[in-house]
């Protein structure tokens, strides 16, 4: 895999006092079940942030009401200085600076590579077609899969799909990604253009909160990694100190089982 | 006694000319409000999608004949004086669009919700997300089945006959009883009937077949 020195910190520096997102006392409830327990979090601009754990401990839900595909119950999240309501014009202005991928892809199947990128820009931005494309082909030609442009998303294998879905979400230039699994729907043989792709991101100083299992890709990018269970971050910690000496027997339990599946 | 000649060819005709037109109009009106009534059915709002879901029982749980006096009737009940094809255009629409509204409600609700969340994460807005995203596809995907409910519809504007509107079905009725012939005047109805809703069927049918060709 990935070596796992950390990547040039200088060319990727955090700026500590410039906090991106911050999470305060989040509590998220489906019907009767407690799904995310008062959990709060500050990211950083520049910052990029592992969330593991195993299935069903809350890391989907966690990254979703960031960009309000789950509604929180109480507690407040400020993204990029500008605080949630619980009104359309709000959660609208927010989703405009956190970019999304998701772990089965969901381009649109009947729009074309290019379309699917450029689509966003003329109804959400404005733009005209022909500046909207512009835009489109530079962030396909970043994720090197600009010969695909004019194919339909079936015709892509899932690697080349989930590059076009990062693509897809860079065209407007937003603040945050977000990355729920990115690749565990992924032949292994397609992981690796879709993780190197993700660090070019954090190259480039990308602010990230990635869900992933990957510990070649957390120890090389991450400047922090959450460990979740049960609806709580049971242990936060730099990659190195968090893959070598778990402090919870959760999350040694869950760092075992990885390893055994490895 | 009279015989099947030219003047009775054209009276069915004249009848085949309203079937097709209440076919059309009623398809037209149906799919335009049928579109508002699954947009309503998938609404985020309890009760709109209440009214609609009502709304399609209601027309759904009845008897089209029963829609179709009832209409009939009770426009003229409230001294709308309408031409008889208006208020049997206004049944059929009323009846058209609670099953396109259903059909449609159903393609949309079996897309992904991935698509629908992708688009919310791209902040594209209700409009753009249905007429770009939900709509082209749960279109498609619908194509057999609303095929399949124009044929149904085609046959079904016989019932219109009932409220005194002279269509295929009773323009036959009428030479029949002219000539006499009924196998006769019956047999050439119902290959009228057949030369339109087959090949429809056919159509539907192929789509069908690519279509999950194209899934597999
Ligand atoms: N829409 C939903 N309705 C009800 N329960 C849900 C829903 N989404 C997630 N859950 C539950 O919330 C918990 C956390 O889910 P999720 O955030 O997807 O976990 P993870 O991503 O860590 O695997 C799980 O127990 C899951 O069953
Ligand atoms: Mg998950």
Redesign the interface.
Known sequence: MQNTSPLNTASMSVSENETLIELKNINKWFGGFHALKDISLTVNKGERIVLCGPSGSGKSTLIRCINHLEAIKDGTITVAGKEMANDAKSIDSIRREVGMVFQSFNLFPHLKIIDNCSLALRRVKGMQRDEAEVIARKYLDRVHILEQADKYPAQLSGGQQQRVAIARALCMEPKVMLFDEPTSALDPEMVKEVLDTMIGLAQDGMTMICVTHEMGFARKVANRVLFMADGQVLEEAAPDEFFSAPKHERAKAFLGEILAHN | MNAFGLPEILFLLQGLKWTVLLTIISFIGGGVIGLLIALARVSTSPVIQRLAAAYIALFQGTPLLMQLFIIYYGLALLQINVDAWIAVSFAYTAHASAFLGDIWRGTIQSL?R??T??A??????YV?RMR??IL??AL?ISLPATIGFAVQLTKGTSLAAIVGFIELARAGQIVSNLIFQPLLVFGIVGLIYFAICWPMSIWGTRMERRMSRNHA
Request: cysteine-free; glycine content about 12%.
């Open positions: 992904p991935g698509q969340e992708a919310n994460a791209l902040s594209l807005g753009s770009d995203i082209p596809q498609k």
